[in-house]
C-alpha cells in the first residue's frame, strides 16, 4: 500500500530530501545574521542546544507518526487517536497544519522570488545589459509578481512529478549542488580582506548578548523553523519512508546536516559583511548596531559584489542561485503537505491536486504583494512565531501522551530492533512527552507577553 502513494528509493533520497526541507532561507538568510548580532559563538551554542533537546525530538515525532501511518497528517493523527474527541482534534491539527504550511509558502515564494531575480540581474550585468539588470532588482510589482510565478511553476513542477520522481530526485539533484556552491563561496570569501574580522566576531562568543531570555526564545524559535516543524512536512516526508529505516538515525543525520549547513552560511555571510565594510559598504546603523537581516542580503552584499567588478557580478550570481535552489528544496516540502491531503482524503489526482492547490497559493502570494505592508510581516508572524510552534505542541501531545505507548515502540523498534537498549530509547519517549511540550508552551507564553 505504501509503495502506491509513493515512497523514497533509498536512505540517500530522504536524507537529501528532509535536509533540503530543512535548509532553507533560514539558514542561510536567518542564522548568521542572527549570530552576528546576538554574541556570535555564544548564539551558537545556545542554538545548538536547543536544536538538539528541542527541535530533534519534534522532528522525530513527526517522522515517527507518519511512518507508523504512511498517510498525511490528517489521517495520520486520527489513526493513533484513542476516541472521538482526539480523533476529531486531530484531524483539526492537521487541517490547521496545512493551511499554516501553504501560509508560509505564499510569503517564502515572494522572498525566494527575489532570489531568483537578483541572481538573474547578475547575469544580466556580466552580459551588459544594465536596464534589465536594474529593473531586476527594482522593488515593483511587476518584477514581485513575475518572479512570484516563476519559483510557484518550478515548485509546482517538482512536485507534478511525485515523490520519487519529483521530490526526490530533485532534492538529490540540487541538494550537492548548493554544497558545492556554498563550499566554494566560503572558501573564496575567507581569502578577501576583512573577512578576518569577521571571523572572530562569529567565533568569539559574547555571553552577555547571547543569555538574555528573548534571544533564547528567538533562538528556539528559528530552531524550530529551520528543521520546518509543526505543519505536517516531516510527517509526510516520514510517511514516504520504508519500515526497514532506523528513524533516530535519519532524523540526527537530518538534523546535523541542517544546522551544519546553517554553521557554514555563517562562516560566509560574516566574513562578507566585514569584507563589505572594508571596502566602504556601511554595515551599522546610526546607533551602532548592525542593520537588519534583509537590509544585508538585499543591500550589503549586492553593494559589496558591485565594488568587486566583474569577479563581484560572477559571486552575486553564484550567491543568489545558492539561495534559490535552498529555497526550492524548501518550498516542494511546503507545497506537498496540502497536496498528499488532497490526494489522500478526497481522491484528487495528483495533477490536478498541485495544479489547483499550487494556484491557490501563487494567488495568496499575490495578495501578499497587493498589500506589501499590512499583510507580509503579519503572515509571516502569524505561521512562524504562533503557527508552528503551536502545532508543534500538539504533535508532542500525540506521540507523548494519547498515542499506545507500545504502538510507538514498536514502530520505533521496527527498522532498528537494537535500538531498545540504547539511550535514545530510554530518554526520547519521556522527553517528548514532558519537556518538549512544556518548552514548546514557554516559548509560546513568553511570544503572546513579548
Ligand atoms: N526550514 C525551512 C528554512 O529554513 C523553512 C520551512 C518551514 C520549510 C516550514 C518547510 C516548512 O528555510
Known amino acids: 500500500m505504501a509503495s502506491a502513494r509513493g515512497e523514497f528509493s533509498s536512505r540517500f533520497g530522504f536524507i537529501m530530501a528532509a535536509a533540503g526541507s530543512a535548509v532553507g532561507l533560514g539558514n542561510i538568510w536567518g542564522f548568521p545574521t542572527q549570530a552576528a548580532s546576538n554574541g556570535g559563538a555564544a548564539f551558537l551554542l545556545v ?60 510569503f517564502y515564494a515572494i522572498v525566494a522570488g527575489w532570489m531568483i531575480a537578483h541572481c538573474l540581474s547578475s547575469l544580466a550585468s556580466l552580459a551588459g545589459a544594465a536596464e534589465v539588470a536594474e529593473w531586476l532588482t527594482s522593488f515593483s510589482f511587476g518584477r514581485n509578481a513575475s518572479f512570484v510565478v516563476v519559483f510557484m511553476l518550478l515548485t509546482i513542477g517538482i512536485i507534478a512529478e511525485g515523490v520519487h520522481d519529483g521530490i526526490e530526485r530533485w532534492s538529490s539533484r540540487l541538494m ?39 534571544l533564547i526564545i528567538n533562538a528556539l524559535g528559528s530552531a524550530f523553523f529551520s528543521l520546518s516543524l509543526g505543519v505536517g512536512t516531516m510527517l509526510i516526508y516520514g510517511s ?72 563581484g557580478a560572477f559571486l552575486s550570481a553564484l550567491f543568489f542561485f545558492l539561495m534559490s535552489i535552498a529555497a526550492l528544496t524548501s ?46 510581516g503579519l503572515v509571516i508572524t502569524a505561521t512562524t512565531r504562533y503557527g508552528q510552534p503551536l502545532l508543534g505542541f500538539v504533535f508532542c ?22 535500538i531498545a537498549g540504547t539511550l ?27
Open 424 to 450: 535514545f530509547w530510554r530518554i526520547w519517549p519521556w522527553h517528548v512527552r514532558l519537556v518538549c511540550p512544556l518548552l514548546i508552551l514557554g516559548i509560546f507564553a513568553q511570544n503572546l507577553l513579548g
Open 397 to 418: 501531545i500525540y506521540a507523548g501522551w494519547i498515542w499506545r505507548r507500545d504502538a510507538l515502540l514498536a514502530e520505533l523498534r521496527k527498522g532498528s530492533p537494537e
Open 176 to 214: 550537492p549542488m548548493l554544497l558545492v556552491t556554498l563550499g566554494s563561496l566560503v572558501l573564496y570569501v575567507l581569502t578577501l580582506d576583512g573577512a578576518m574580522e569577521g571571523l572572530a566576531v562569529y567565533l568569539l562568543p559574547d555571553f552577555s548578548a547571547a543569555l538574555s531570555p528573548q
Open 240 to 311: 514516504y519512508l520504508n519500515d526497514q529505516e532506523n528513524l533516530p538515525l535519519l532524523g540526527g543525520l537530518v538534523t546535523g546536516l541542517d544546522i551544519s549547513i546553517a554553521v557554514l552560511a555563517g562562516f560566509l555571510v560574516l566574513p562578507a559583511m566585514y569584507v563589505a565594510l572594508h571596502n566602504g559598504v556601511e554595515i551599522f546603523n546610526s546607533a551602532g548596531e548592525l542593520i537588519s537581516e534583509d537590509t544585508l542580503i538585499f543591500l550589503v552584499l549586492p553593494e559589496l559584489f558591485t565594488s568587486m567588478g566583474l569577479a
Open 331 to 376: 518550498s516542494i516540502s511546503m507545497l506537498e503537505v496540502p497536496v498528499a491531503y488532497a490526494i489522500e482524503e478526497h481522491g484528487s489526482s495528483r495533477r490536478s491536486a498541485v495544479v489547483l492547490i499550487g494556484g491557490v497559493i501563487t494567488g495568496l502570494s499575490l495578495l501578499i504583494l497587493l498589500n506589501f505592508e499590512a499583510l507580509f
Open 47 to 106: 542554538y545548538l542546544l536547543l536544536a538538539f533537546i528541542l527541535a530533534y525530538p519534534v522532528l522525530m515525532a513527526e517522522i515517527i507518526i507518519g511512518r507508523h501511518a504512511h498517510a498525511n497528517a490528517v489521517g495520520a493523527l486520527q489513526q493513533i487517536a484513542r476516541g472521538p474527541f482526539t480523533r476529531r482534534a486531530g484531524a483539526l491539527t492537521g487541517r490547521v497544519g496545512l493551511v499554516v504550511a501553504s501560509f508560509i509558502l505564499s
